[in-house]
């Protein structure tokens, strides 16, 4: 009798470690795959992980496109009209990429002042603007021209 409840009770531990150990697994995936996003000013402020990779919004700055001669890379800056980061993406940009325009980069940051982007989407509605920085720029520049 002593002998059985002993095996019961190691075989409810062990599966008990093992379930622990496997859920452990799952939220660490979970916690590694998510991609964070923020604003410019955030960025600025070290709220952004500076390893990791994130989502940066906001607007493409007037006169801050440049496009270098014989390749496809362009640096420019977003911004949320309050802050703004240099961005670099080597690559074919969305039709809908122009100055003034909604944009989120997917990338990382190299150094303190330039994020390098591995993904550039051009919003074409509310869809890609996050709550976030839509309410920073309407709060910031609410009588100026910016689109939104």
Request: proline share 3%.
């Given at each position: 009798m002593?002998?059985?409840?002993?095996?019961r009770l190691v075989l409810t531990a062990g599966l008990s470690l093992g379930a622990a150990a496997i859920v452990a697994l799952i939220l660490n995936a979970f916690n590694q795959n998510l991609v964070f996003f923020f604003s410019p000013t955030q960025v600025?402020?070290?709220e952004a992980p500076?390893?990791?990779?994130f989502r940066?919004?906001?607007?493409v700055e007037a006169g801050s496109i440049v496009r270098?001669?014989?390749s496809m890379t362009i640096e420019f800056k977003i911004t949320d009209t309050n802050q703004a980061i240099i961005v670099e993406y080597n690559g074919i940009l969305p039709d809908l990429f122009?100055?003034?325009?909604?944009?989120?980069?997917?990338?990382r940051?190299?150094?303190?002042?330039?994020?390098?982007a591995d993904e550039i989407l051009a919003k074409h509605d509310e869809n890609y603007m996050p709550p976030e920085v839509k309410a920073a720029i309407n709060q910031k520049h609410a009588a100026q021209d910016y689109p939104i």
């Open positions: 002593r002998t059985e409840r002993k095996r600025r402020n070290h500076s390893e990791n990779y940066l919004g906001g607007l270098r001669p014989d122009r100055e003034g325009q909604g944009v989120i980069g997917f990338g940051m190299q150094g303190d002042t330039l994020f390098v």
